[in-house]
Every structure is written in structure tokens, then in C-alpha cells.
């Protein structure tokens, strides 16, 4: 069945430090990526997303590319700031599949001030 | 509403008792999601509803969990029988009608603690 892989956490990184975390997936469809953020206190809040091969969802600096050769779906951003402090979840849907996200674990990030 | 409403945000219970959650979507958003959320697990499927089809229960981990959708709108997550491996932050999403790439909105949870 389909599934999501992503790196485990915690990760720790000072402000202004470059951010990767890998997420991989498996399908055995063509199915829509996204990254989902959950801030302390908050609800989960889709952060950004790519429906085929070769987008790049992009959104508050954070980019994806949608890689189908590799089948991942990797976050990045260029610069971090204490407010990106969070847990990240990348997932996957297959509409022609059925209806449903399906999550990975999540990714707990810390920036250091 | 502007959100999605999640009650009560948090809620203690005795092993062995029924606790209901209650879920509401967003106005005229047409499917509804509960999936729980346990510490290093990740979010967990539990069920979905859209519109006026059967939902998909598939996720649901045992009978001791159940689920309704009034008039398409609210819905209520019961845990009969509550047991500590239960303990999870229980969270609802909606979505509009469309594919299910538009994305979820979800609510801020409800945290249950079995004691």
C-alpha cells in the first residue's frame, strides 16, 4: 500500500542555517505530495504542495520538488528563524486510489536563537 | 464556522469509561476526517465521512470505536470501554468538495489522557 517515510527527529539547527528534511514515498499510483506543519499549541496546517512530477511547492521560503525518478518529496528552506520551530509531516494522496491523506511520522525541529 | 471546532480540547478519563469527541467542520465543507495522533506514531487514519456516502471505517482500531455525521455536519468520535493505550491527541479535518488534493483543514485536537 502507499506509505510516507521521513526522516526522524528531533532536528536541531541555529537560526540562519540551512534546512533538509527528506521525506520518501511509495505508491502505486501518481499521487499528490504535501507538507503539513503543526506549531506548538496549534493544529496541523498544510504548508505546501505538488500535485505531478517535477512541481515545486513553495510557500514562507520552504520549497519541495516533486521527484518521481527518486520518489521523494524533500523539504528545504534556505535560511531558518526560531518561529519555524515545529513538527513537519510530509503525506501523500491518491485520488485514484481513495480519499485520504496518508502521514508520516513527523519531523520535530528546534532552531537555536 | 471559520475553523475547524474541535470539543473539549482536553479530556482525562478512568480506564473504562465511554468518551465522546466532538468535531465541527467547516460550513459546507462536504468530507470529514478523524485521525489520532500518538507520540512517534504519526497520524493515524481512523475514518472518513462524504456526503451522504457509507464512511470508510477502515482505520477505526478496534470496535470499541465508533463514529457518526448529523445532517452532514457535526460529528462525534466515541471510545467505549477506554483503555491507556487509547491516550492520543484525537484530530478532526475537513475538506470541500473537490479532490483531495485541495487539502485538509484541520482542528487543534482533542488531547485524551486514560488514567
Known amino acids: 500500500g502507499n506509505s510516507v517515510t521521513q526522516m526522524e527527529g528531533p532536528v536541531t539547527l541555529s537560526e540562519e542555517a540551512f534546512l533538509t528534511i527528506n521525506c520518501t514515498y511509495t505508491a502505486t499510483g501518481y499521487p499528490s505530495l504535501f507538507w503539513y506543519v503543526q506549531y506548538p499549541g496549534e493544529g496541523l496546517q498544510l504548508l505546501l504542495k505538488?500535485?505531478?512530477?517535477?512541481d515545486k511547492g513553495s510557500n514562507k521560503g520552504f520549497e519541495a520538488t516533486y521527484r518521481k525518478e527518486t520518489t521523494s518529496f524533500h523539504l528545504e528552506k534556505g535560511s531558518v528563524q526560531v518561529s519555524d520551530s515545529a513538527v513537519y509531516f510530509c503525506a501523500l494522496a491518491d485520488m485514484n486510489r481513495d480519499d485520504k491523506i496518508i502521514f508520516g511520522k513527523g519531523t520535530r525541529l528546534h532552531i537555536l536563537p | 464556522g471559520a475553523g475547524v471546532s474541535q470539543s473539549p480540547s482536553n479530556k482525562v478519563t478512568e480506564k473504562g469509561k465511554d468518551v465522546e469527541l466532538r468535531c465541527d467542520p467547516i460550513?459546507?465543507?462536504?468530507?470529514l476526517y478523524w485521525y489520532r495522533q500518538s507520540l512517534g506514531q504519526g497520524l493515524e487514519f481512523l475514518i472518513y465521512f462524504q456526503g451522504n456516502s457509507a464512511p470508510d471505517k477502515s482505520g477505526l482500531p478496534s470496535d470499541r470505536f465508533s463514529a457518526e455525521r448529523t445532517g452532514g455536519s457535526v460529528s462525534t468520535l466515541t471510545i467505549q470501554r477506554t483503555q491507556q493505550e487509547d491516550s492520543a491527541v484525537y484530530l478532526c479535518?475537513?475538506?470541500?468538495?473537490?479532490?483531495?488534493?485541495?487539502?485538509?483543514?484541520f482542528g487543534s485536537g482533542t488531547r485524551l489522557t486514560v488514567v
Open positions: 479535518a475537513s475538506r470541500r468538495a473537490g479532490p483531495v488534493e485541495y487539502g485538509y483543514t
Open positions: 505538488a500535485t505531478k512530477a517535477d
Open positions: 460550513s459546507g465543507h462536504t468530507a
